[in-house]
């Protein structure tokens, strides 16, 4: 088992930057991709970013440019670098990992099989 711990989430103006840590602890070693998805109220669960533990890294095309996700050489830190905050970027963040490769494009949540509780990232416009 993986287990997951966001932080970093806070409540910033537009034109802000915030930066996303997650935790992973336990059988770290099982993982490959580890990715950033977000949940909007009354909208549906989306992605937002992936890295492979090769560092190759996928993003979705509304945050191409004003974010940047990462991981320690361990594996066992994953990061979300956000600037340029938007209001529509307002949402729980949630990290997510999984023990396959993320695929060619921006992994869909089916393939993750860890997930963190979330953190909250709020934005004013």
């Known amino acids: 088992q993986v287990q997951l711990v966001e932080s970093g989430g806070g409540s910033v103006q537009a034109g802000g930057s915030l930066r996303l840590s997650c935790a992973a602890s336990g059988y770290t070693s099982g993982i490959d991709c580890m990715g950033w998805f977000r949940q909007a109220p009354g909208k549906e669960l989306e992605g937002v970013a992936a890295i492979d533990s090769d560092g190759r890294t996928r993003y979705a095309d509304f945050v191409r440019g004003r974010f940047t996700i990462s991981r320690d050489n361990a594996g066992n830190t994953l990061y979300l670098q956000m600037n340029s905050l938007k209001h529509e970027d307002t949402a729980m963040y949630y990290c997510?990992?999984?023990?396959?490769?993320?695929?060619?494009?921006?992994?869909?949540?089916?393939?993750?099989?860890?997930w963190g509780k979330g953190t909250p990232v709020t934005i004013s416009s």
């Open positions: 997510a990992a999984s023990k396959y490769w993320c695929g060619g494009t921006l992994p869909s949540e089916y393939i993750m099989h860890f």
